[in-house]
């Protein structure tokens, strides 16, 4: 049974950090691609982040490049997702997913977490 469970969510104010972490088991994580993905409220599913299975390439959407980092521990089998000044807008549950070859920007992944909330306010 494959099984990815997102920690590390929480309450920040804006401009302040979070990290969030999401052990993999149950399938070959080696061989996966990596994705972050989040919910706001009312909104659609949206991409935030990737990473290739070999750490070669990373993919940021707009609205966090330069803020987010994505990385990954194949030893560990663990995805990362390093967040920087914080926005009331990144406000949202954030998920992981696996999929079996490159990163893509939609939903199409194969294996999603449950999910963990993130809440940036004053």
């Known amino acids: 049974q494959v099984q990815l469970v997102e920690s590390g969510g929480g309450w920040v104010q804006p401009g302040g950090p979070l990290r969030l972490s999401c052990p993999a088991s149950g399938l070959t994580f080696g061989s996966c691609a990596m994705g972050w993905f989040r919910r706001a409220p009312g909104n659609e599913r949206e991409f935030v982040a990737g990473?290739?299975?070999?750490?070669?390439?990373?993919y940021y959407a707009d609205s966090v490049k330069g803020r987010f980092t994505v990385s990954r521990d194949n030893a560990k089998n663990t995805v990362y997702l390093q967040m920087n000044s914080l926005k009331p807008e990144d406000t949202a549950v954030y998920y992981c997913a696996a999929r079996f070859g490159g990163i893509l920007t939609t939903t199409n992944y194969n294996y999603w977490g449950q999910g963990t909330q993130v809440t940036v306010s004053s």
């Open positions: 990473i290739t299975w070999n750490s070669y390439s990373t």
